[in-house]
């Protein structure tokens, strides 16, 4: 197996692994909000309420055209678009918390945005040492 091939496997295992565990929980916590009782709900700090204005639809259209930049340059990104593609779901993650609840379960979002960071920057760093070397990268003549 080439190092090219290696370094799709590895973008895209970690992807999938990162993916899946946002979805399992954010699923998990949305779906324990949305099933609190009104006493549950007024005794406790965090709840789920949908809170879309101005500030959001701004930062949701700066995301999406970020990810729109990011498909447009998929190819060209190679090594890095995985871990890119890791670092914008993330900030999603957090925007989705930051957008449908309030409270302390806010802090998930950006506890998923943490982890997709440091995991996509150390990709990164990672990559950007070793590119040469693995031949991912045309080398200057």
Avoid: D
Avoid at 18 to 33: P, Q, R
Avoid at 65 to 85: E, R
Avoid at 96 to 125: K, N, P, R, S, Y
Wanted: aromatic share 12%.
């Amino acid at each position: 197996m080439n190092a090219r091939k290696e370094v799709q496997t590895i973008n895209w295992t970690l992807f999938g692994v990162m993916t899946l565990a946002g979805l399992v929980s954010a699923g998990s916590t949305l779906t324990k909000l949305k099933n609190l009782t009104p006493e549950q709900e007024t005794e406790g700090q965090s709840r789920f309420r949908v809170q879309w204005e101005q500030p959001e639809t701004i930062l949701a259209l700066i995301l999406g055209c970020i990810t729109l930049l990011l498909i447009l340059g998929w190819k060209k990104l190679f090594p890095f678009n995985v871990p890119l593609a890791m670092i914008v779901g993330g900030v999603w993650y957090a925007f989705l918390f930051q957008v449908t609840t309030v409270g302390w379960t806010g802090l998930i979002g950006f506890v998923g945005l943490l982890i997709a960071m440091v995991a996509g920057l150390l990709m990164i760093i990672i990559y950007a040492f070793g590119a040469r070397k693995w031949g991912l990268r045309r080398r200057e003549e």
